[in-house]
């Protein structure tokens, strides 16, 4: 048994000094660079290609087993621009030989890459320079198919680690012949300490990048602390810093910088992904927060809060060379934050607890996107008070108008309201509440308005708590499914000061009066001559305790009076309004011709009817007023206007809306109150007559009647 044992240790120590010397002996004997050739034969044979090796090969095996080579190209496809496909200017590894061979341990020094290049690119006809190449059919098996049974696993080492990898000067270029794209990512440059598993490592990475369609340039540099666990499928990245740098179309002249800060973390065999102290920086805008994935390998979805802090969004634009819009306020868009929790998937979006701020704005509510393919809106948001006259554009100087008809325009057609082919598609369905609104100059608090989109059809319901004093509410519904866009209006106005409104509205207050206003609309067309053609409805209104102010009616009859009677025309210091208690009509508005025939107005001295017409489209009034005076003793007119108590006097009111004529007809005053006056001596005569000659003849009763058939003669 001894002699036995003693055999078998010396054979053994026979193999160890083999392996030892042939390990030593072998780099000796054997040159690397003899093979050259036949390397090249096999890469040809495999691939297709041509494998040209410039440069030495370096290979030693003992202590560590080390391979060098220098100066590899490879060729391009035949067709393709260039002649390298890739090529390697310097590449090394090395790996320690003895704790391979008796612990299992791969133990591998610093892997050096230098000046790797790579050339991809698809032709007109859409082929690409690599389908030419074997790959896979070695094996005879599809690339990526699974390993048989029992081979997985075969090597079974306990453990690797790498001193380093260190890749300078590398490059990856795209060619898309067929669309004409043109990308590319050099100065790639890759270090890392010493990797092994479930330990960290330190990265620096950093390339430049860039694109023909469209042109632009980049920078990017990111450095890490990197964790990979085999075992639990994992990979962390902490103390992440991600710097990017950008410029070219489309972006500001100065390009976009952004940084980005965060802690992440992703685990393969759970599915989730989890990035924590997340900081994103471009000049003065910060944004920060914290994501979770989950089953991000098979039904991703995302959940997490975000903040933006307050920062000076134009001061932010301008930082960027992008031009802040022109607004009718200059010290608007200098305040800007939100923060928000989310939810997110491939199909939806949610934001919940969302809290915004622009300037003295404040926003609150909750938003949603469902199915991003096609998309519907949902929104449910809360607004503080809001001037939307300061961030419209300031108003400029328009030039007079030219001569022609008004509303006609000259130089080009108008451009349609309304944007049809959004609409079409548009599906949304929320609802504003609003504390305090401020558009066009008109005022309004408390306000609701629900909107609701789908199918072409847009609805907007709107209820306005304190409007002028005065309440509003309607609807409106937009539809745009046909040819020509179709307008519905509803509206009810109660109680509302109109003299404030038009104030603000138009600048001056021409009709002052608290008043209700009813309006049933319809319309079609694209622009806002075609609705004004196309509107049809009907209009009431009734106010109370005010006056029309622009012309005095009462002033305007006293002076035709005192001309027609050769009086000189006094001079009186009051207001060129006419006062009215009660003000009411309706009018019926077709193919955009406003025909108001029912026209009423009382005042302490005055009843009034009117009639007319007022065309939209051509913005003028044809118009005729019938002012009767009932009394004169007081209010507007006074006693000068005796004797035209109970005269009709018509008025024609005429010419563009915005600065009419009026014209008293002198005429008809003139035969009314002639009239009058014979027919009140006429009716004198016969009351003197028939008292003096009938008196003891007919009884009394035959008297009057006598009296009234003579009277109804004149």
Do not use: C
Request: aromatic share 4%; charged share 25%; no cysteine.
């Amino acid at each position: 048994m001894g002699k036995i044992l003693k055999v078998l240790g010396w054979l053994v120590g026979m193999v160890v000094i083999l392996v030892i010397a042939a390990i030593i002996l072998i780099p000796m004997f054997v040159d690397p660079n003899d093979h050259k050739d036949r390397i090249v034969a096999e890469v040809k044979r495999a691939t297709g290609r041509d494998l040209t090796i410039s440069g030495d090969i370096g290979l030693s095996v003992f202590p560590r087993l080390a391979l060098e080579l220098n100066g590899l190209t490879l060729s391009n496809a035949p067709g393709f621009n260039g002649s390298e496909f890739a090529s390697v200017k310097h590449a090394s590894v090395r790996v320690n030989l003895l704790p391979l061979l008796f612990k299992q341990l791969l133990e591998v020094d610093t892997v050096q890459v230098d000046g790797a290049r790579l050339n991809l690119a698809k032709s007109k006809n859409g082929t690409t320079n690599w389908e030419d190449m074997a790959g896979g059919k070695a094996t005879g098996k599809k690339p990526g198919s699974a390993p048989e049974a029992g081979k997985s696993g075969d090597m079974n080492l306990l453990a690797f680690t790498i001193g380093g990898l260190n890749i300078n000067q590398a490059s990856v270029a795209w060619d898309d012949q067929s669309t004409g794209e043109r990308y590319y990512v050099d100065n790639i440059q890759l270090e890392t300490g010493e990797v092994a598993p479930g330990e960290p490592v330190d990265l620096k990475f950093s390339l430049s990048a860039g694109s023909q369609k469209p042109a632009m340039d980049g920078k990017l540099s990111m450095t890490t602390q990197l964790v990979v666990n085999p075992d639990s499928q994992s990979v962390g990245m902490d103390d992440l810093d991600l710097d990017v740098e950008v410029k070219g179309e489309g972006l500001p002249e100065k390009g976009v910088v952004v940084s980005l800060q965060s802690d992440l973390s992703l685990n393969m065999s759970s599915g989730t992904l989890d990035i924590q102290d997340l900081s994103l920086e471009s000049g003065n805008l910060k944004l920060t927060g914290r994501l979770e994935g989950l089953d991000i390998q098979n039904n991703p979805s995302m959940k997490g809060e975000l903040r933006l802090a307050e920062f000076n969004l134009r001061e932010w634009m301008e930082q960027f060379g992008m031009p802040a819009p022109d607004t009718a306020d200059e010290t608007v868009l200098e305040k800007l934050q939100f923060s928000t929790s989310f939810v997110a998937n491939p199909e939806q979006l949610q934001l919940n607890d969302l809290v915004a701020t622009l300037d003295q704005t404040n926003l609150r509510g909750k938003f949603e996107i469902v199915d991003f393919a096609d998309p519907t809106y949902l929104f449910n948001l809360d607004v503080n008070s809001i001037n939307l006259d300061r961030y419209l554009p300031p108003p400029s100087e328009q030039a007079s108008p030219p001569a022609g008809r008004p509303g006609k325009q000259k130089g080009g057609e108008e451009q349609p309201l309304f944007p049809t082919e959004m609409l079409r598609k548009l599906k949304l369905n929320g609802t504003i509440r609003i504390d305090n609104l401020t558009v066009n100059n008109l005022h309004s608090e408390a306000i609701l308005v629900k909107l609701r989109s789908r199918d072409g059809k847009l609805s907007v319901d709107h209820e306005i708590g304190r409007f002028y004093d005065g309440l509003l509410k309607g609807d409106m519904e937009l539809d745009v499914k046909g040819a020509k866009p179709r307008l519905k209006l509803n509206q009810s106005i109660s109680r509302i000061l109109s003299g404030p409104l038009l104030k603000d509205l138009t600048g001056e207050d021409t009709l002052l009066g608290s008043g209700d206003l009813e309006m049933a609309l319809t319309s079609q067309g694209e622009t806002i001559s075609q609705l004004k053609r196309g509107l049809n409805g009907d209009v009431s209104f009734d106010f109370r305790d005010g006056a029309v102010k622009g012309f005095n009616l009462a002033k305007m009859i006293r002076d035709t009076k005192a001309r027609l009677s050769g009086e000189p025309i006094p001079v009186l210091n009051e207001p060129e309004q006419t006062d009215f208690s009660e003000l009411t009509g309706v009018a019926k508005i077709v193919n955009g011709v406003v025909n108001n025939q029912r026209l009423h107005a009382k005042s302490p001295y005055i009843r009034l009817e009117g009639s007319g017409k007022a065309y939209l489209l051509e913005e003028r009034l044809k118009y005729t007023i019938r002012p009767v005076i009932v009394n004169t003793s007081t209010g507007q007119g006074g006693k000068t206007l005796e004797d035209l108590k109970g005269i009709p006097i018509p008025v024609k009111i005429k010419g563009n809306w915005n600065d009419p004529e009026f014209s008293v007809q002198l005429s008809k005053i003139l035969e009314e109150q002639q009239k009058a006056k014979l027919k009140k001596k006429f009716d004198d005569k016969i009351d003197e007559k028939v008292s003096e000659e009938l008196e003891e003849k007919l009884p009394e009763e035959l008297q009057d009647q006598l009296k009234d058939k003579l009277k109804n003669l004149l």
